[in-house]
């Protein structure tokens, strides 16, 4: 489960992140749901370490849904769900909708707000690559790819019925 801050905190900052600049692809994320495929990478100390985490997210509004690397993430906006289902373990949380470090669909909204710190890469009509330099000068590389726009459904989606997992889980419930 350690695993699943450190995916969201980057992919988040990554997906909301950028330099005051616009960057259509996000700009045209109101109003839709957005899915894409993502990978994430780093530079630090001299070393660079590539797909680092992968996987798939789907974002509507403040909300959110986030499958790779053994871990869903299942958001409304107002409740987070991580289940790591090899473990058998659920954390439900409640949700900070300012906290860019554990709410993506924030950053989405939200990405013109950021300082200088990132840059676009590259982009097309359906992909986005984006390096942000963080305080500490490690340099954060997300590759999103396979971006789609369709019109938002229903929230029910991005929700996550505690009673689909068996007795064995272990559910820790943090609100």
């Given at each position: 489960?350690?695993?699943?801050?450190?995916?969201?905190?980057?992919?988040?900052?990554?997906?909301?992140?950028?330099?005051?600049?616009?960057?259509?692809?996000?700009?045209?994320?109101?109003?839709?749901?957005?899915?894409?495929?993502?990978?994430?990478?780093?530079?630090?100390g001299g070393k660079t370490y590539d797909n680092v985490a992968s996987g798939k997210m789907t974002?509507?509004?403040?909300?959110?849904?986030?499958?790779?690397?053994?871990?869903?993430?299942?958001?409304?906006?107002?409740?987070?769900?991580?289940?790591?289902?090899s473990g058998k373990e659920a954390v439900i949380e409640s949700v900070d909708s300012e906290d860019?470090?554990?709410?993506?669909?924030?950053?989405?909204?939200?990405?013109?707000?950021?300082?200088?710190?990132?840059?676009?890469?590259?982009?097309?009509?359906?992909?986005?690559?984006?390096?942000?330099?963080?305080?500490?000068?490690?340099?954060?590389?997300?590759?999103?790819?396979?971006?789609?726009y369709a019109p938002e459904g229903a929230l029910s989606d991005f929700r996550f019925s505690r009673?689909?997992?068996?007795?064995?889980?272990?559910?820790?419930?943090?609100?």
């Amino acid at each position: 489960m350690k695993r699943i801050g450190l995916l969201l905190g980057i992919l988040l900052v990554s997906v909301l992140s950028a330099a005051a600049q616009s960057i259509p692809l996000l700009d045209k994320a109101a109003g839709h749901r957005v899915t894409f495929d993502y990978s994430y990478g780093y530079t630090s100390g001299g070393k660079t370490y590539d797909n680092v985490a992968s996987g798939k997210m789907t974002v509507q509004g403040s909300a959110y849904l986030l499958k790779g690397d053994g871990l869903e993430v299942y958001s409304d906006g107002d409740v987070r769900w991580t289940l790591d289902r090899s473990g058998k373990e659920a954390v439900i949380e409640s949700v900070d909708s300012e906290d860019v470090m554990t709410n993506p669909a924030a950053i989405v909204a939200g990405y013109k707000s950021f300082d200088k710190s990132l840059k676009v890469n590259g982009s097309g009509a359906d992909y986005l690559d984006i390096s942000l330099t963080l305080e500490n000068g490690q340099v954060s590389r997300f590759r999103l790819t396979g971006i789609r726009y369709a019109p938002e459904g229903a929230l029910s989606d991005f929700r996550f019925s505690r009673s689909s997992l068996g007795s064995d889980w272990v559910v820790t419930d943090l609100r």
